[in-house]
């Protein structure tokens, strides 16, 4: 069973930044789109970027230019650096295939607050 493991989240000021991290049990990087999304209390879980194959990237309009999703299929890992963090980019932060094919993980707390 592949297991999804998020890192990199923390408290940062608005306008601040952070590098989100995502390993895998398994290789999967080099197989399928992966995605970043987030939840908040009360809202149902979005996708916030994509990162397709070769390397394809969509982003959600409400981080376009300000997030960047990248992927090491050798290491397994993919990555969302994000710049210019505003309050509402507040939420845990999970990865995933774009089809949400593998359990959860625990995700990772973003908190964006003076």
């Known amino acids: 069973q592949v297991q999804l493991v998020e890192s990199g989240g923390g408290l940062v000021q608005p306008g601040g930044s952070l590098k989100l991290s995502c390993a895998a049990s398994?290789?999967?990087?080099?197989?399928?789109?992966m995605g970043w999304f987030r939840q908040t209390p009360g809202k149902q879980r979005e996708l916030v970027a994509s990162?397709?194959?070769?390397?394809?990237?969509n982003y959600a309009d409400s981080v376009k230019g300000r997030f960047t999703i990248s992927r090491d299929n050798a290491k397994n890992t993919v990555s969302l650096e994000m710049n210019s963090l505003k309050s509402e980019d507040t939420a845990v932060y999970y990865c995933?295939?774009?089809?949400?094919?593998?359990?959860w993980g625990r995700g990772t707390q973003v908190t964006v607050s003076s």
């Open positions: 995933n295939t774009v089809g949400r094919l593998y359990p």
């Open positions: 990162i397709g194959r070769p390397a394809n990237t």
């Open positions: 398994g290789s999967i990087f080099s197989i399928y789109a």
